[in-house]
């Protein structure tokens, strides 16, 4: 199975698709101006991915459905004056210069209503209306928590959206909901899921979890990876279930950190020693100001193993190979340190982990 898809990949295949459009699009254009007759001959997804199949992506695919949340080429002429596009009546935002009077490269918006609708894309123009028939539908699924270290037969909640008629998987293994609705999915945990990934599918297409089970260090709260902590300066506030701003799930991780001030997590490496089976390590931060923070793995006064990190007023997520901290074959512990040099800062942290290799 795929881990997370490449992202940038797709955004150089959606480049490319839209490179090669505006080409042929415009080479078809002579006059610069509207043909006058307002029509769709065909519309192509943009790319098309399955996260759970190997080597499967193409570019500019022929269809008939629309998924909202997804890039589509709308083909045809009188495109050049256009003035809005909706599905199922609400408007998508369109960016000009994708428009050429024989296309349209459109991001479907998410929020596009799909349930009991008109089933219908309008586009307006200077030269008129036209109300086209093409099926709207859902976007894939969206997983925004779960237990990132549950164990066979735990019953766990998955939280997310659009989760209608929805396939589970782990790893390879299939299981069936006890309860679902659009945005929760309760199932029982199978026997071998230990550093697999969790996918479910909609009827519009799969979204795999970016987090390995069992690779949480930190998860609304200590894991079975989290050995000890420690504070450089006691009179730190270190609040390790904060529940008023978190990036995922119901806690985080609040610390009131003064200037250059150090929090360290151990790896409780009496019972656990798989950290060499990772790659990377994963964190969700945010201060209460942006600053900087350095990170540091296995000690922070070797250079090697430090690397400054950027952090914003706002969640970022940040994921650190550990050959850019010293490429350890294993972790025993790992840390951050103000670094703002503005007298301290309240840094937040959430879904602390490990990446897989």
């Known amino acids: 199975m795929k881990n997370i898809k490449d992202r940038m990949l797709l955004k150089l295949c959606f480049l490319a698709s839209i490179s090669i459009l505006l080409f042929?699009?415009?080479?078809n254009d002579d006059s610069g101006g509207s043909s006058g007759k307002l029509e769709v001959t065909g519309i192509t997804k943009s790319v098309v991915d399955d996260p759970l199949v190997e080597g499967d992506r193409e570019v500019d695919v022929p269809t008939d459905v629309i998924n909202?949340?997804?890039y589509y080429i709308i083909r045809g002429s009188g495109f050049a004056t256009l003035k809005s596009i909706s599905f199922n009546g609400l408007e998508s935002y369109f960016n000009p210069?994708?428009?050429t009077d024989n296309a349209i490269v459109i991001l479907v918006d998410e929020k596009t209503p799909y349930y009991n609708e008109m089933d219908e894309m309008k586009i307006v123009t200077?030269?008129?209306t036209l109300n086209y028939k093409v099926a709207i539908r859902p976007p894939a699924p969206s997983i925004t928590g779960f237990p990132v270290n549950a164990n066979p037969g735990d019953v766990i909640t998955i939280t997310g959206d659009y989760f209608l008629r929805p396939v589970v998987n782990f790893g390879e293994t299939r299981v069936e909901p006890m309860s679902a609705t659009l945005?929760?999915?309760v199932v029982k945990v199978p026997e071998g899921t230990?550093?697999?990934?969790l996918s479910i599918t909609n009827v519009s297409g799969t979204t795999v979890a970016p987090e390995t089970i069992g690779s949480g260090v930190y998860d609304d709260k200590k894991t079975n990876i989290w050995g000890w902590d420690d504070l450089w300066d006691d009179n730190n506030a270190l609040n390790l279930a904060y529940d008023k701003d978190v990036k995922e799930g119901k806690k985080c991780i609040e610390w009131k950190s003064g200037e250059w001030d150090g929090f360290v997590i151990g790896i409780n490496n009496w019972s656990y020693h798989d950290t060499g089976k990772f790659k990377a390590i994963r964190f969700?931060?945010?201060g209460e100001k942006a600053g900087k923070v350095k990170f540091f793995a296995n000690d922070v006064d070797v250079a090697a193993n430090t690397k400054i990190i950027d952090i914003k007023s706002s969640w970022t997520y940040v994921e650190i190979p550990y050959a850019e901290v010293g490429n350890h074959a294993e972790i025993s512990n790992f840390g951050f340190q103000e670094f703002g040099g503005f007298g301290g800062n309240v840094i937040y942290l959430d879904n602390i982990g490990f990446v897989l290799k």
């Open 194 to 197: 230990y550093l697999k990934n």
């Open 24 to 27: 042929a699009s415009c080479s």
């Open 97 to 99: 210069t994708f428009v």
């Open 284 to 286: 969700w931060i945010k």
């Open 68 to 70: 909202a949340g997804n």
């Open 126 to 128: 200077n030269a008129g």
């Open 183 to 185: 945005t929760e999915i």
